[in-house]
C-alpha cells in the first residue's frame, strides 16, 4: 500500500472521528443542561439513561479508534507501517486498504483478540 495514501487515509479518519467526538460530547453537555431536565414525558427516564450510555459507549469506541489512526501515523513517521506489530511480516494490502489503522495481521489481531489485549 502507498504510504503516501495511507497517510492521506488515516488523516481523514482523524478528522472524522474528532469531528464526531466533539458531536457526541456536545450532545452529552445538552442531556445534562436544564432544558432537558424539563419532564415532559413521564417514564422515558429509563430510554434517556440507555441514551447516555450509549453515548459514553460511542465516545469510548471513537477514542479507541482514534488511538489506533494515531498509532498508525506514527508508525508512518517511523518507517514501520505495514508491518505487522506482533509478527513482524508484511500486513496484506488488502486488510490495510479496509483496514488502514491495522496494527496486526489478521491471525495475531483475532489472537489479540481472543487474550483480550485489543
Ligand atoms: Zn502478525
Not at 429509563?46 to 450510555?53: G, H, M, R
Not at 508508525?75 to 508484511?90: E, F, M, N, S
Amino acid at each position: 500500500m502507498d504510504q503516501q495514501d495511507a497517510r492521506q487515509q488515516l488523516e481523514q479518519m482523524l478528522r472524522e472521528i474528532e469531528s464526531a467526538s466533539a458531536i457526541l460530547e456536545a450532545e452529552g453537555a445538552g442531556e445534562s443542561s436544564e432544558i432537558s431536565h424539563v419532564d415532559q414525558h413521564p417514564g422515558d427516564t429509563a430510554s434517556e439513561l440507555t441514551d447516555a450510555d450509549n453515548q459514553a459507549a460511542l465516545l469510548d469506541n471513537s477514542a479507541d479508534q482514534k488511538a489506533q489512526v494515531v498509532a498508525a501515523l506514527a508508525r508512518l513517521d517511523d518507517g514501520t507501517y505495514g508491518v505487522c506489530v506482533d509478527c513482524g511480516q508484511p500486513i496484506p494490502d488488502a486488510r490495510l486498504e479496509v483496514r488502514p489503522e491495522a496494527a496486526r495481521c489478521i491471525a495475531d489481531q483475532e489472537k489479540a483478540e481472543a487474550a483480550g489485549v485489543v
